[in-house]
């Protein structure tokens, strides 16, 4: 259920805070990478993660930005 309001949209999700400001994150990360700054790696400090939380949160979001731009860049079909 949670699943299903994430993918339908995060931005009215009922989420926690956390969640919010890691979806938040992730969201700028993948749409406007040239606009980060260290008020978004701050902003997820405020929530409570850590440097480690940071990190992984950054190259998970990153490595599926850049498989679906290989996969794109190839004509690659996605799964229905």
Do not use: C, H
Request: no cysteine; net charge negative; charged share 25%.
């Amino acid at each position: 259920m949670l699943l299903e309001a994430v993918e339908s949209d995060w931005k009215i999700a009922n989420v926690d805070s956390r969640r919010r400001a890691m979806l938040t994150y992730a969201a700028k990360l993948t749409q406007t990478p040239s606009g980060m700054s260290r008020t978004d790696v701050d902003a997820l400090r405020a929530v409570g993660f850590e440097d480690a939380d940071i990190l992984a949160i950054t190259e998970v979001t990153s490595y599926y930005a850049y498989a679906n731009r290989i996969a794109d860049g190839l004509g690659v079909a996605i799964e229905s």
